[in-house]
């Protein structure tokens, strides 16, 4: 209806090109998106949305994907060409992946704005980014209580959304990296804080790195929120580096600045790839626990493609999809049978407790505690 | 069809609306893709839930995180001595000028022996040297991040080789030192591009008058040279202020967030989708900003008019005449600087390219070979290397010719005499002095998700929106090396050139330009460089990676290794400088220089 016609004159028209801008008749978007509620399934008046075959026909057989650019262009290994090859193969699709710099957020502030979404899918959702959503879209984004086939083989502690609407693919671990020919990490948080590691550990800005954000969560679950900002205050002393981005850190622990880096857990498998030396990365979870960072797809409330994107996730959860998102994105799976290489494990490693914070205990608590954190951190 | 008379007057009526008119397009363009979008966003902070307010600037101004012991100033106690007190609590404010004082201080110091070098001397490679000069001002951070722990970390070559001297090693990372050194290595080009175009436009003649009255070479330089200089200078230091007190991912990347600095934090609100303070605080910042223009602006309009350009100075020869103090202390300066300039400029430089060429095993050629084979097998959605490099060259070079115009139109239109033109000056100046993050958040809200007209909803993007945005960001380095010339110029010379017939734009072509010309190779070359290196606006304008360029292609292949990236950048590096020699060349040849 008139979401392609709309999407078609706004995302390829030659008219753009040349000119620069376009123009569309807005009285038509204002009915579209006062209309949503009609056929998506998520008005206030509660009809919600549960099996397929209460769903709407699909319009055309396009599916846009909304996901993070690495997901589809990391320059070492991602699962994006491979996933799209192979759900055009099994299904009369056509992917389409729309990676827009603000992610998430971007798709928060078109709502904001009226402007109709023109993705289905997004492939990406964390429990931060829902909390973000839920906080600041002015309408529900996602589809609420999916329910679709494989979803009771994702493992027990992944389902991070109460409301059901991001399903689990793949999860990462938080841990240490650490260059053993150097030096040997601290089994412990606490051992982070004695002199001998001074100056040893570089880890990553919260609000600007997913691993950064993870390992104060993990510091947080550890000492709770009266004593992390405590342990902080004694890691600052202790001289911890936090620099932007991830790779920001990476890049100078890989220099040799510091013999310790928080990454994530599956490091020796690049290493491996690259033919590096496994003794210089060593991956330590502190006090036995990896914070998981699980990655969860859902679906667009105003999709106009919702038997297509429900296909799509059910397809992410077949044991072999599984597998190969898990080795392509370098993560692990998240379902309980997923086909891996029998050797898959020995250089990913998982840890021996899995922690992280669910949906509803960072709805609400995680603004604060990551802003008064950083107020304490970059107080000078 | 039509006579050569009647050519003549279409010609002649061109000529006289040809300002008025490049006048309202750079109105338009600037409205459009700048003070809109902007406005979009710093709404945010005036207007909170439908009611104008000034609580939120009132929280930031009395918040003493941001504004530290001034912060009680604010909130209307004396603090007395604590906001002087050595060691107190500076406050995210304070602090981002304190770092960017201290930057400024840096770039002048190692920007201005550069300066003298490119203007004074004469050597092989003078031209290519000075085309070169503004290459740092295209590097993404990351590739200066690479290149400067390769040289200044605690493995890096300054290191090893204060240890070959059994000389303790130096910590820099992570410290304000580094970063102020890398804003330096930004900025210190601009401040030498600057005040090099200003020196060769020194007339010889006022400087052969003091000799000849029997000044010596140093009260010459002191009375009539170094005057004619000052305003390059402070120009140069006023934009280098600007530039680094709104800096942002270098101080995470080479630093630490204990460094963070206000456009950090703009940054991380925004992430939280918290506009109204987001905004808040990019206001403040615009307006510490645009204070410090604005001062240089006025002090810049009561410079008293001089001769310029009629006859340059003759550039000296690198190797001394005679055994002189006064030939010899100069040269011997100027090597002491190319060694500091060796270690702050090349090395970072030749460790990009040497980290290009090295993977875990030793030498490899596997980083370019990647490029290759993301141009060759990289899906259509994936970035690849060839279209970048397209798309900088085309948006480069476009972007540098809507640029030209309108900065010489505002250039002009500012130096006419009128109350309150600094003032407008200054406003349009202020594409330099907006945080980055709010313009890309407003062009994304403005233009690509659409404003509504009469009922119509009109949406920006693409590769023209993409020109548009990168010659807004660029022209003001335009007027800024334009303005000056044109301000000193002597009136009489237009005004006879007026009285015998010509057109404003005819005697602004033939009389004014080709005088200031220096300026306007070096606006140019500003423009360009800009272009090259925008990141923000390009990224949310595209409508795809199709038109992505060289800096976002970069972005992307940063990965678990920097190899990839770097690759990239050696590109990037390459294209523009070849760039810049063609430019300075076209222009350069233009005008014989």
Known sequence: MNRRKFISAVGTGTMIAVAGCSVENSDDGGEQSTSDGDDTNTTDNGTTETGGEELPEDEGNELVVATYAPFIDAPSTSPGAWLKEEFESRFDAEITYQTPSGELNHYIEQQNAGQEIEADVYVGLTTDGLVRADNNATEQLFVRDLDVAGLETVKDGLD?????????????????????????????????????????????????????????????????????????????????????????????????????VVSYSTDQVFADMEGQDLAKHQIRFLNDQGYANPEGVGIFANTDTPNLAREFIEFLLEPDVQGEIAQRNVSFPATDNAELPADYAELAQEPPEPVTFSYDELQGSVDGWVEDWERQFAGN | MSSTRSERTLRDRVERRILAVFGLITVGLLVGMFYYPVGTVFIEAIVVEGTATVSVFLDILRDPFYFGEFARLFAGEWPGWDLVRPGRNMGLVEFTAYQAVLSTLASLALGLPLAYLLARFEFRGRKTLRSLTILPFVLPSIMVAVGFVATFGSNGTVNEVLGLFGLGGIDTTGTLGIIIV??????????????????????????????????????????????????????????????????????????????????????????????AEAAGLAIVELAISLSILYAYLRYEAKQSSQARGVRPLPRKSLRPTSRSPGELLPRTGLVAYSLIALVVFVAPILSMIYASLTGPTGFTLDHFQFLIERQTGGADFQVQPWPAIRNSLVFGFAALLVALPMGVTVAVLTTRKYRGR????????????????????????????????????????????????????????????????LEQLDRQLLESARSLGASRARALMDIELPLVWPGVIAGAAFAFAISIGEFSATIILAEGANQYTMPIAIERFIGRRLGPATAMGVVLLVVTSVSFVVIERLGGGYRGL
């Open chain 1, 160 to 260: 991070f959304d109460p409301e059901g609407r991001a399903i689990p693919f793949d999860t990462g671990y938080i841990s240490l990296v650490y260059d053993s020919t150097r030096m040997e990490a601290p089994e412990t948080f606490d051992g982070l804080l004695e002199e001998e590691y001074r100056g040893d550990l570089i880890a990553q800005d919260p609000a600007s790195s997913e691993t950064g954000r993870a390992f104060l969560l993990h510091t947080i679950h550890e000492y709770g929120e009266d004593g992390y900002l405590e342990y902080w205050e004694n890691l600052q002393d202790n001289d911890v580096r936090v620099l932007g981005s991830w790779s920001d850190a990476y890049a100078s622990w890989s220099e040799g600045e510091a013999p310790m």
């Open chain 2, 422 to 485: 600094k003032l407008v000056d200054a406003v349009t100046m202020a594409p330099l002095a907006v945080s980055g993050i709010i313009v890309g958040l407003g062009l994304l809200r403005g233009l690509v998700f659409g404003v509504e007209i009469a009922g119509y909803r009109i949406f920006v993007g693409g590769a023209i929106a993409i020109i548009a945005a990168h010659a807004v960001a660029g022209y003001p380095f335009v007027v800024r090396t334009v303005a000056p010339g």
């Open chain 2, 182 to 275: 890398a804003h330096a290595f930004y900025n210190a080009p601009l401040v030498a591009r600057i005040v090099a175009a200003s020196w060769e436009t020194v007339d010889a003649s006022a400087v052969e008058t003091a000799r000849s009255l029997g000044a010596g070479p140093f009260r010459a330089f002191r009375d009539v040279v170094a005057p004619q200089l000052y305003p390059a200078v402070l120009m140069s230091a006023a934009l280098t202020f600007v530039f680094t007190f709104g800096t942002f991912p270098i101080v995470l990347a080479l630093g630490d967030l204990s460094l963070a600095t206000i456009e950090v934090w703009v940054n991380r609100l925004v992430g939280r989708l918290n506009y």
